[in-house]
């Protein structure tokens, strides 16, 4: 069945450091790909999407290209704030007749320290 | 404008109870999805409702759940005979329409004792 693997956190990192959050995925298929962010006492949020491949999504200074020779979709920002602490999800949802249904991660704890 | 809401927040019940879980989506929303996440673990799908009726419900773990949208806006859904197992966040989302971003609301945090 359809998988999506992220790298294990928790990662902690100082303000104004590269962040680079891993994920690969397993779906038959061309599916859609997203991020999703949840700070502390909120909802899930969408951050970014791509839907084919070669498409880079792209929002708040994070970015994450679909590459679908290696099944990846991994999230990266130059220059990570404080207030970037969060979960990260990574997420797919396939197309055709399933293309309501998202697939996560099981969620990256990203802390970022001043 | 309103985002989804969840009511209730959290909700502490015994083992063996029936406990509803209630989803306002944002208005106009046709489609709503209900998602199950557990503990250190990502959300996980349970059933899609496109207006009134179960689209797709075959993430429902077994039939002690049951969920209903009987105007095609609020969603229910129920948990008859709650195990200690059940015990997790239940998030509700919705978009305009299926293939569209689904918007999550904060989640009901069920603990079952």
């Known amino acids: 069945g359809d998988s999506v693997t992220q790298m294990e956190g928790p990662v902690t990192l100082s303000e104004e450091a590269f962040l680079t959050i891993n994920c690969t995925y397993t779906a038959t298929g061309y599916p859609s790909l997203f991020w999703y962010v949840q700070y502390p006492g909120e909802g899930l949020q969408l951050l970014l999407k791509?839907?084919?491949?070669?498409d880079k999504g792209s929002n708040k200074g994070f970015e994450a290209t679909y590459r679908k020779e290696t099944t990846s979709f991994h999230l990266e920002k130059g220059s990570v704030q404080v207030s970037d602490s969060a979960v990260y999800f990574c997420?797919?949802?396939?197309?055709?007749?399933?293309?309501?249904?998202?697939?996560f991660g099981k969620g990256t704890l990203l802390t970022v320290n001043p | 404008g309103a985002g989804v809401s969840q009511t209730p927040s959290n909700k502490v019940t015994e083992k063996g109870k029936y406990v509803e879980l209630r989803c306002d989506p944002i208005?106009?929303?046709?489609?709503l999805y209900w998602y199950r996440q557990s503990l250190g673990q990502g959300p996980e799908f349970l059933i899609y409702f496109q207006g009134t009726g179960a689209a797709d419900d075959s993430g429902l773990p077994n039939d002690r759940f049951f969920a209903v949208r009987p105007e095609g806006s609020v969603s229910t859904l129920k948990i008859q005979r709650t195990e200690r197992g059940d015990s997790a966040v239940y998030l509700c989302?919705?978009?305009?329409?299926?293939?569209?971003?689904?918007?999550f609301g904060p989640g009901t945090r069920l603990l079952v004792l």
């Open positions: 989302a919705s978009s305009r329409m299926r293939q569209e971003t689904q918007y």
């Open positions: 791509a839907t084919k491949a070669d």
């Open positions: 997420a797919l949802r396939k197309g055709g007749g399933s293309n309501y249904k998202l697939t």
């Open positions: 208005s106009g929303h046709t489609a």
